[in-house]
């Protein structure tokens, strides 16, 4: 990854933060390899926490076809349901997720995150999930609930 | 009597022919509940620990536990206990399927064969009614074959037999249950074997009691909507135990080249769970009353390894059979996970005994003279689906492959013990020590020997389950790391050998809340014990199994890891990671309450009521 170009915090899960993701997955070096076999759109839902400065659910919408990625948006409900896998959790989980305090498929298994696919095929392509969510440290990121 | 008992065992002396029944008090079934745990306690109580396994003074057990024919989820389950003859200690092995409900159904919550017969029997029980029958036409056929002419007589059958493994007293030899469950570790089927015990068949029609009808159908929902929601549930359900596969390969998980590779993708990609569903799967198949369905009914068209319509590989097999051997060819380990199926053998002793066999050919401690001409070349497997035979019929190096892996290493000779990867002579499962080093101290601490079944450092280590409700524990565990593990794996044993105990799956134990679990207990028991209660019993179930394998000579010497499992990896997950064993070993040996010999403390034994234990230990 070039150096520097992420330097300043991005508010989490807003169209901001989206396209810093985007550019920090297309700048990884491995990603387009690791992820060639991959085919299809991923919905990220955030529950609401109004406790934790998310008052509505946010919902996401990430395209990746086989190593490029495409449309990175904030979306809406309709949207994301649409995707061809659409995880959801709480705020924190998806917060401790980011932060590598929990593995995402721990987080699957354990019942922390939801998702709505085909988990044979999230199964065979584990390394491409495990790389996108790696990139997620590659950028700062501001959390409602973080001290201002 | 308690309720969800059958509230009798059976007896049968196998010398005489003749039968009875007996009852356990109630106080040893609330201290014990069933499975292995009432299994070790039988044993521990009436019988000489010193016999030869293979002798008839070795009884072999067969029980099942308070929940089993409840239609609780994952409660299909039994264990059949005896000393082993693979390791000389405790033997168990607990088994899935349809033959533990059966035998409640028939009146019994367990059966204790003591004794051998002059010549091949069968028993048969039926609502109660017991026969032994003659089965000389059935000595020499398989496990398949058997159980297709048991089921021609009475489709309704419930089958246990062990193939022709178990009849040449084969030490890795399984028993089988309706060709798709089996009772694999510890080499059991010789003991049946030596009884000329060919198979045990029941039937019955008998629904025992709960004690809070009400209480239970409300556990029962509950149980049914938590498997709903389990991803583990679906995964298992789509992929079987197989996706381990790819999650492990990554993870460090998965042995490779008989435990000297770390990393293998090409192997892992072949052999996944879901390569499996997509080429090969024809259904899916369920244990009785279970909704996850996790076992593989598959086939394979033509080619070398062509295989009719059957039982599939678990991810065990697909290791030894796949990785370990780097073998990278799925039909091959479906050929001979049908082959071990038939002939009756644990399929991670038969693989590891033949992966062990491809090294020491390579190294040139075998030959190929030696090997009766099989080129035993890594990832040639053809000449092993012959080799597994000659293991069944004890032919060739068969006869020594017989033996499992320690005791050939030892009969082979030119340092061959060193490669071996065992602890108190049993094979380890697919699960390297190296990235997860709880599951190295779980190895060394197992009452069986290498297991990963005796506990559920599995589920707690690899994030698959998280129970802080029960004890402290965290969600996501670093499986590099030995510091904290200790404590994980006490009280990881002590919840999850329950699953023995309660004869309840372990991945059930893993998919529901444990106070789903103990709710639906307590509701077909009425024992009313609290989950402080039942963790109790689980220590004093894994401290009786010491104390019995400490008088059978087990000390700490033996709480060892192999030399290969304390040797870093170059690549893979668990690259440059080896578990820390002093660390592992000093902190469980304070939080067990052993002493410098590996022996349960007195105190710590009256504390858990086994005063008899501790006066045969420190007589």
Not at chain 1, 8 to 28: F, G, L, N, R, S
Not at chain 2, 205 to 211: V, W
Not at chain 2, 328 to 340: F, G, H, Q, R, S
């Amino acid at each position: 990854m070039e150096e520097g170009i992420y330097m300043a915090k991005v508010k989490a899960m807003t169209q901001e933060w989206m396209d810093a993701y985007k550019a920090a997955i297309q700048a990884d070096p491995e990603y387009r390899t690791i992820a060639k076999d991959w085919e299809g759109s991923v919905a990220l839902i955030c529950n609401a926490d109004p406790s934790k400065g998310v008052p509505e659910p946010i919902y996401l919408f990430q395209d990746y076809w086989h190593g490029d990625v495409g449309e990175f948006v904030v979306c809406d409900k309709a949207k994301a349901e649409s995707a061809k896998f659409v995880m959801t959790g709480d705020y924190s989980r998806w917060k401790q997720v980011a932060l590598k305090e929990l593995d995402a498929t721990k987080a699957l298994l354990q019942g922390k995150l939801k998702m709505k696919g085909d988990l044979p095929y999230v199964v065979r392509n584990i390394k491409t999930v495990n790389k996108v969510i790696d990139i997620l440290g590659a950028f700062e990121t501001q959390w409602p609930d973080d001290p201002a | 009597m308690p309720r969800g008992y059958a509230g009798k065992f059976l007896l049968v002396d196998l010398s005489s022919g003749t039968w009875s029944d007996f009852t356990v008090e109630d106080a040893i079934l609330k201290d014990y509940l069933g499975g292995s745990s009432l299994g070790a306690k039988l044993f521990f109580d009436r019988y000489p620990l010193d016999a030869d396994p293979l002798s008839g003074q070795n009884p072999l057990m067969i029980m099942t536990g308070p929940m089993v024919a409840s239609g609780f989820p994952g409660t299909s389950r039994f264990s059949i206990c005896a000393k082993s003859p693979q390791t000389g200690i405790w033997g168990e092995s607990a088994c899935g399927g349809t033959f533990g409900p059966e035998l409640k159904r028939a009146g019994y919550d367990g059966i204790v064969f003591e004794g051998a017969s002059p010549s091949p029997v069968t028993l048969s029980v039926t609502d109660g009614k017991v026969e032994l029958l003659d089965a000389a036409d059935l000595w020499g056929k398989d496990i398949y074959e058997t159980t297709d002419i048991l089921k021609g007589k009475d489709p309704k059958l419930k089958i246990l037999t062990i193939g022709q493994a178990g009849e040449n007293v084969v030490k890795i030899a399984a028993i089988g249950n309706d060709k798709g469950h089996f009772s694999g570790r510890t080499g059991l089927g010789a003991v049946m074997g030596s009884k000329k015990l060919k198979a045990v068949v029941v039937r019955g029609s008998a629904k025992p009691d709960k004690a809070d009808d009400e209480r239970y159908k409300a556990a029962f929902k509950a149980a049914i909507a938590e498997v709903k929601e389990s991803a583990l549930a679906d995964g298992l359900h789509l992929m079987g135990s197989d996706a381990n596969m790819d999650l492990g390969m990554i993870s460090g998980d998965v042995p490779i080249k008989n435990w000297t590779v770390g990393e293998g993708f090409e192997l892992s990609s072949n052999l996944s769970g879901p390569t499996m569903r997509e080429k090969y799967l024809t259904k899916e198949h369920a244990c009785s009353n279970c909704p996850v369905a996790c076992k593989r009914v598959v086939k394979v068209d033509d080619g070398p390894f062509k295989t009719e319509e059957g039982p599939g590989p678990e991810y065990e097999t697909c290791g030894t059979f796949g990785t370990m051997m780097m073998n990278p060819d799925l039909e091959a380990v479906i050929k001979a996970n049908e082959l071990c199926n038939r002939y009756g053998m644990d399929t991670i002793s038969c693989g590891s005994a033949i992966a062990l066999a491809m090294e020491l050919y390579e190294k040139g401690i075998l030959s190929k003279d030696d090997l009766g001409g099989l080129d035993l070349t890594w990832g040639n497997m053809e000449p092993v689906m012959p080799l597994i035979r000659m293991i069944a019929y004890r032919e060739g190096i068969g006869d020594t492959l017989a033996e499992g892996s320690l005791l050939a290493a030892r009969r082979i000779g030119k340092g061959a013990e060193e490669l071996v990867v065992h602890v108190k002579g049993l094979e380890a499962p697919m699960h390297d020590p190296r990235g997860f080093h709880g599951m190295g101290l779980a190895y060394m601490m197992s009452n069986r020997g290498a297991c990963h079944l005796q506990h559920a450092v599995l589920a707690t280590e690899q994030g698959m389950a998280s129970w802080p409700q029960l004890f402290d524990m965290k969600d996501d565990y670093v499986g590099t790391t030995s510091e904290g593990k200790a404590m994980l794996v006490f009280n990881s044993e002590n919840y999850g050998i329950l699953g023995n105990s309660m004869s309840i799956c372990h991945y059930l134990v893993d998919i529901l809340k444990p106070e789903t679990i103990l709710e639906a207990f307590n509701a077909i028991t009425g024992f009313d014990l609290t989950s402080e209660d039942l963790l109790k019993t689980g220590m004093r179930d894994w401290t009786l199994k010491r104390g019995i394998n400490n008088l059978l000579g087990i000390t700490k010497k033996d709480d060892v890891l192999p030399k290969k499992l304390v040797t870093a990896l170059e690549d893979g997950g668990a690259a440059g990671s080896i578990p820390d064993v002093a660390l592992l070993l000093s902190e469980y040996y304070a939080i067990r309450g052993l002493d410098e010999r590996g022996f349960p403390k007195p105190e710590k034994l009256t504390e858990l009521g086994l005063d008899d234990l501790k006066n045969r230990l420190y007589q």
